[in-house]
């Protein structure tokens, strides 16, 4: 049968108006599907930015965490943690390692590099009601140590650095021309000046002293073997002795006891060291017994006081240059030998302690030299040496030719005996000497004579009275340390409690600069 063609027509109608409503239908439902997917993706991206922001609230509620804990007497020191939560899903974790791996040999500031910590402070964010979502944020940090306080030093050890050359216990002290000591000397013995060693009548004693004094007073060089003060037991000297040291060589003399205060104590037993509390342990250098042709420097990340340690007798020969601490211990014959040429010792300059007071900071120092028994320059010695040389027992300078040792120490010279030899060409009988000074008397009232004995010798004998073994005061203030095996060199100072631990002080730091999500 044939439909009428209106109804097909509305048929049709019915059918694309249907088309459109499921049209219209699924855009609206795509439209809203989009729109809770929009609001779903800023609620999620506004929950992470929070919780960035919160991982970096707690990363640097860290850092000041642990720069507190660090001025704490509590403070557990490099390679440690400290670790806390915060609550609501925060927490942080901060690493304290030592050095800075920024510093590298060449770099002007290599030196600071045991003196530095890097922190490293990782804050931890989260949201308990999504499962999974986790932020972190990281910031590194470096500090420096800030140097208030040394160590305590032993009982006497003000009198030994206040020296340039200081007896610390009554020994032995014989000391010989041409030699020559400049600034304050501490004796704690009977005085024995060129008189055991040389051949002299008191005449020729006293001449040839006198000389010297005379060659200072008339503009000339200053040859003398001291020039003083001098402080020393005045009820233990002769009086020839004391007349000969006021009046022949012009020098000031204080009258001391011979008691000691200093005793000696092996600085470092265990053969490590620590530069502060809570810093890295490090190892000393074993030394051969044997040194020549070596240069040795301290090494800022593995031995940054330079300690150079021998267990028993240590012998130095030609070309050997060492920057630190020289130091022997044990109980088999701990000496050091000085032979050949061009040894150099020198002292390495440590921060100086923090003082607002002080118009210049003085470098703190290690001895150059600790000798646990005796120290002798040999024959063909030419050496130099700057610091302070600790000898646990005696300080010898060999006879030798006067033009083959040369000695050479700019600081300070502790030590228990002491015995300065002679020059070779002055090893010579009574009678010749008595002949040489009756000589030189015969003339020197004459016109054109010499007046001084000591320029008499020089152009008719040949005997050189201007001193090749000098020892002099530092040339700027130092401030020496003795380094005890059981404490570090810095500690903490009494006016820097910590508000964490009121009464118990802590070290001080300084906070270089610090970054957030460094890259490496």
Known sequence: MTMPVA?????????????VVLLLISVTLAVSYVSMRSQTTASIVERNANLRDAARQAAMTGLAAALKKMQSASWGGVGTMLVQSLGSGQRFEVSFAAGD???APG????????????LLATGYASDPSAAGSLSSHVIRAVVRLVPRKLSDAPAGWSEITSQTFCQWERGDFSL???????????????????????NWSDDVLWWYMTGLNWLRLAGQPDWRPLTGPVCLNHSGQDSDTLALMRTGLGLTTQDASNS????????????????YPGGKSYNVVDLPRELRGVS???????NPLGIFWRNGTLAMHEDVTIRGTVMTAGSSN????????????????????????????????LPTIVSADDMT??????????GLVMVADNFNIDEAPQSDTSISIRGKVAAKDVDISRRSPWNQLRLWWDIQFNLFLAQYQNAGGIPTFPIWLQKHCGLDPEPRMVIRPDDKEILYHWQNANNPIYVPHPDDASPLEPGKPGLRWELLDWVDNPQS
Do not use: M
């Open 7 to 19: 109804k097909t027509r509305r048929g049709r109608r019915r059918g694309v108006a249907v088309l």
């Open 101 to 103: 791996a920024r510093l």
């Open 107 to 118: 770099d002007p500031d290599y030196s600071e590099y045991p003196y530095r910590v890097t």
């Open 176 to 198: 010989t021309v041409p030699f020559r000591i400049e600034g304050p000397v501490r004796i704690r013995a009977k005085f024995d000046l060129s008189d055991d060693q040389l």
């Open 260 to 275: 000691a205060v200093f005793r000696w104590s092996e600085p470092v037993s265990s053969k490590t060291y620590r530069l």
């Open 296 to 302: 040795l420097e301290p090494d800022p990340e593995t």
């Open 334 to 365: 701990p000496d050091i030998h000085v032979y050949g040429a061009n040894v150099r010792l020198l002292p390495l300059d440590l921060p100086p302690l923090e003082d607002l007071t002080a118009t210049a900071q003085r470098p703190v120092r």
């Open 377 to 386: 320059f040999h024959d063909a010695s030419r050496s130099t040496i700057e």
